[in-house]
């Protein structure tokens, strides 16, 4: 189990911690989480989200399990700089979807005392590091990784395997566009996809 930092006031320094994991695995229930701990210690929160994220609610981080929080949607990274000042904790919400500046910006508020909770998808669905999630769990003093589980087999699934025929590398959905699998699972499915003469009669050793 994740524990919080204990705060050294007289280093005046934050800290970024990354939740991360496949689609279906917790990562924003993890994250809301911890906002609403710092929220009942009287600790000044502000919650961030990418405009594009408009699933459950405009203006609400919601994890599939509808627990929400209230947030600011930004179209930049740069935005989350600007408003956070004067913060305690900064959350900030599908940070894969996010530019490649979301880095210098979780970077600067740590330097500048704030603790940066961010969660964001580790892999694309073509199992590919996705957009600056590397570079911040890089960067991170804590990466705690959630699974999900596998809707194939039962196992721990790290993998988010979309199911309709889409090739574009940002595409919000839920059950109906993606599951969540194991690595064997994963494998199999892709080679489906890819190669459908090839996959014939192993269809069932995932199972």
């Known amino acids: 189990m994740f524990l919080e930092n204990t ?15 496949s689609m279906f695995s917790g990562k924003t229930e993890e994250l809301i989480r911890r906002l609403k701990r710092a929220q009942f210690a009287k600790q000044k929160v502000e919650i961030f989200k990418p405009e594009v994220d408009t699933r ?12 929400e929080i209230r947030s600011t949607p930004v179209p930049a990274a740069a935005n989350i700089a600007i408003l956070a000042q004067g913060c305690d904790v900064v959350g900030i919400d599908e940070a894969q979807f996010f ?9 600067d508020l740590a ?7 961010v969660a964001g998808l580790d892999m694309d669905f073509k199992g590919n590091p996705f957009g600056p999630m590397p570079a911040l769990m890089a960067t991170a003093e804590y990466v705690t990784k959630v699974h999900a589980v596998c809707t194939r087999t039962g196992n721990l699934a790290n993998y988010s395997f979309r199911k309709t025929d889409n090739d574009k590398l940002v595409m919000l959905g839920e059950t109906e566009e993606y599951e969540p699998l194991s690595r064997a699972a ?22």
């Open 111 to 117: 330097n500048q005392g704030i603790r940066v909770i």
């Open 56 to 67: 459950y609610h405009d203006e609400m981080v919601v994890s599939h399990d509808a627990n």
């Open 186 to 207: 994963y494998y199999h499915a892709m080679r489906e996809v890819l190669s459908p003469a090839l996959s014939k009669g192993e269809g069932d050793k995932t199972k």
């Open 99 to 107: 530019d490649d500046e979301i880095v210098r910006v979780c970077n």
């Open 7 to 21: 705060v050294n006031h007289k280093e005046q320094f934050g800290w970024i911690e990354v939740i991360c994991g």
